[in-house]
């Protein structure tokens, strides 16, 4: 008897786990984890670090010593955060040897602050990857505009990426573009092109929140009707311009050349909606290939309940393509929506980066 998350790693679907903590590294939460919950990676932001800090009972001995060292706000997040990092890329190291690097991966973000900002991306990525200094790293660049060039800068260089903050097909076609382009030029570059991964992080959920608050504020019944709709076809149709795209002679050759594909990985997969199955961004998103970075709430979700039933994507199109005709008919502006949720995307991470620095601020005055 396989227990869901056995079942969804089975279908093709890698289980990362959306939290990180030093309290969950020490305490071996990390380490099983892996063993019973079929977990193969771990993503961060902000956010979590931001949690972190203001709720861990482990880093006191870490403030302490660097406030002896003379480290100020932002010198004391980047050594925490990367520390962590790095501790939990080697309890991962095995998935990583076993999967011959495509899982065990750790994910570290660029400062929100940098968003709009495709230089200081590029130079804060580089630095993150030299000092977490772990193969199984992945660095995590918001799709914005400014950062496609720095992905495709920061992959050239030998990098591995995960690009974050993605909501729109159009911005998607944008992110397989810079990562084709970075690849090419890795290999242009000498780097070992197989050695380089990258998954693209399309976000789930909160396409549902903002679509749905606006189909409740049209009212009519062909709206309401669409609701809960828009974030899984959106979904559905990012997976089929993915197998579009690396079906080119473009991105065959790179393959060909040794290079890997992009996966895609669903974020934002915890269910805001409480009327809502709390597994259905998960169960409704399984395709070979693919990545589900989940809370932890979600995840024991999927273990508990969770239906597995197979390839829930690849026959779905039409239905989905079928979802957007009719958002366009009641009068949803989608590109509005994902614009929104960009902006909105990376101004909390601001703030929980601004929450960030005042918990650790406040750790080094009273350390």
Avoid: C
């Amino acid at each position: 008897m396989t227990t869901p998350t056995e079942q969804l790693a089975a279908a093709g679907v890698s289980i990362w786990l959306d939290d990180l903590s030093r309290d969950r590294i020490s305490s071996g939460n990390l380490a099983d984890l892996i063993q019973s919950r079929t977990v193969s990676g771990v993503t961060t932001n902000p956010t979590i670090f931001a949690g972190a800090l203001a709720k861990g009972t482990t880093y006191g001995e870490s403030v302490a010593a660097l406030k002896a060292a003379g480290a100020d706000t932002d010198a004391a997040i980047f050594a925490i955060t990367t520390t962590d990092v790095r501790d939990a890329a080697d309890i991962f190291r095995p998935v990583f040897e076993a999967t011959d690097g495509v899982d065990g991966r750790v994910s570290i973000e660029v400062s929100p602050e940098l968003a709009h900002d495709t230089e200081g991306t590029i130079a804060q990525a580089k630095e993150l990857w030299a000092t977490v200094d772990r193969p199984n790293a992945l660095i995590k660049i918001p799709a914005t505009k400014a950062g496609l060039p720095a992905i495709t800068a920061v992959l050239a260089e030998g990098i591995s990426v995960n690009v974050t903050l993605i909501f729109s097909l159009e911005r998607y076609a944008a992110v397989i573009d810079a990562y084709l382009s970075g690849i090419e030029q890795a290999k242009a570059n000498g780097h070992d092109v197989a050695s380089i991964h990258s998954v693209a992080s399309f976000f789930v959920s909160r396409v549902d929140t903002e679509v749905d608050n606006r189909l409740t504020a049209i009212g009519t019944e062909d709206a309401l009707a669409l609701k809960s709709k828009a974030g899984l076809a959106n979904a559905r149709l990012a997976y089929e311009l993915f197998e579009k795209e690396f079906a080119t002679e473009r991105a065959a050759a790179l393959v060909a050349a040794g290079a890997t594909v992009q996966r895609p990985l669903w974020a934002s997969t915890g269910v805001k909606d409480p009327a809502l199955p709390d597994t259905l961004y998960v169960t409704e998103l399984v395709a070979a290939g693919t990545v589900n970075t989940m809370p932890e709430k979600t995840l024991e979700a999927t273990f508990d309940h969770g239906v597995v039933t197979g390839d829930t994507i690849t026959g779905a199109y039409a239905d989905a393509h079928g979802v957007f005709d009719a958002l366009a008919a009641v009068g949803v502006d989608f590109a509005d929506v994902t614009q929104v949720l960009e902006d909105e995307g990376v101004s909390k991470f601001i703030t929980s980066w601004h929450e960030l620095q005042d918990t650790v601020a406040t750790a080094l005055a009273n350390a």
